[in-house]
């Protein structure tokens, strides 16, 4: 999820600019856009390819190819790792970047866009032996005490409405209470709001995300980017999962992340290139963690799928179909969605 969309920013771009024009002489105005316009039209589609990130990427050694009749033949035994859900922050952001307010579920339910509460996690995996992994990276530490130095700063901040969001958790005062340093952070997508929490953990600690996360092209990368690599800093390359096609097709690929059968990488593209579930076995059965294939409890349960803030709709309801279709064979699964949590069974 990018908590706001082109149109939603340019409106704040245009705001701004109309905001200085008024301030300036009537006369002078046109010799003053005139060249930024000028510019700005030239390279619009330099701006259009813009990366969603410049940090360095190379292949993870981590994750065996594996396929989704390996995974299932497992999926309903007990496995031995341990899951807690860290609320990072709250938050709010429009429902059309969440949903698809088009579909023909979301019409005949009346759906209309308006500020929809998210919340921002990071999810703790113990193994017993590869030690703690975290599910994306929650919120950081500055966001709760100083947002002048936090990676989301600045105009970017103000267009996603930042003064909105309510730290709860922050992963670095998790950290420092558990006395933990994490053996690997696993992101569901690239995102801004996925690596909020990022820079509260340590430079070491490698980062694993689907194929193509970083080469996403688009002009709002030329405002998110910054942020992005900016969470990132100075650690090393992003390790790129190497999915290959599951046999059945019943996902786009399909990895056992440690070659023992106990947390699995799911290939679910659609709302980002690479965007990747995960599966954690469970004394208590299976969790899985969709990432933004689904932002809320409505788009589950209802089967609808993301909406604005998604690259390719159509490859992201495929993925969500995919996802509930795991489900549905398998109903002990429990599910830990993108931005909401669903009502306890
Ligand atoms: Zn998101």
């Known amino acids: 999820m990018i908590p706001f969309n082109i149109r939603q920013f340019s ?12 301030s300036a002489k009537p006369t002078k105005l046109w010799k003053k856009l005139a ?19 410049r940090h360095a990427t190379e292949a993870a050694r981590l994750g065996q190819t594996s396929s989704s009749e390996r995974l299932e033949a497992v999926i309903d035994q ?43 996690y ?25 947002r002048d130095h936090a990676a989301l700063r600045g105009i970017l901040a103000r267009a996603a409405h930042l003064d909105l969001l309510e730290v709860r958790t922050t992963t670095g005062a998790w950290l420092t209470a558990h006395d933990l340093v994490p053996s690997g952070v696993l992101l ?17 600690v490698p980062v694993y995300a689907g194929p193509g996360e970083s080469d996403e092209r688009g002009l709002m990368n030329v405002f998110t980017q910054p942020v992005i690599d900016r969470a990132l800093g100075e650690r090393g390359p992003i390790r ?3 999915f290959q096609p599951d046999p059945s097709g019943r996902f786009a690929g399909v990895l056992d992340v440690f070659g023992d059968g106990t947390l699995w990488a799911l290939y679910v593209p659609g709302h980002t290139a690479g965007s990747t579930a995960y599966l954690a ?21 209802h089967g609808v799928e993301p909406g604005t803030f998604s690259d390719d709709q159509p490859m992201s309801a495929k993925s ?5 279709d795991l489900v549905a064979r398998h109903p002990s699964i429990d599910v830990r969605l993108g931005h909401q949590a669903l009502a306890q069974r």
């Open 320 to 324: 969500l179909r995919q996802l509930r």
């Open 11 to 22: 409106c704040v771009f245009v705001g701004l600019t109309f905001s200085r024009m008024n």
């Open 78 to 120: 007990p496995g031995p790792l341990s899951v807690e859900t860290l609320v990072g922050a709250d938050w709010q952001v429009p429902r059309s970047g969440l949903i698809n307010l088009k579909s023909t579920r979301a019409q005949a339910a009346g759906m209309k866009d308006g500020p929809e509460p998210i919340q921002i």
């Open 281 to 301: 076995r469970t004394p208590k059965g299976p969790v899985l963690f969709t990432g933004d294939a689904c932002h809320t409890a409505w788009g589950w349960e």
């Open 122 to 146: 990071a999810y703790a995996i113990r193994h017993p032996t590869q030690g703690l992994f975290l599910v994306d990276t929650g919120a950081e530490r500055a966001l709760s005490n100083d």
């Open 240 to 242: 790129q999962w190497q």
């Open 188 to 204: 569901t997508h690239l995102h801004l709001d996925h690596v909020l929490g990022m820079p509260d953990i340590p430079g070491s």
């Open 35 to 53: 060249i930024p316009a000028a510019l700005l039209a030239l390279s619009a589609g330099l701006l259009s390819r813009w990366p969603a990130s």
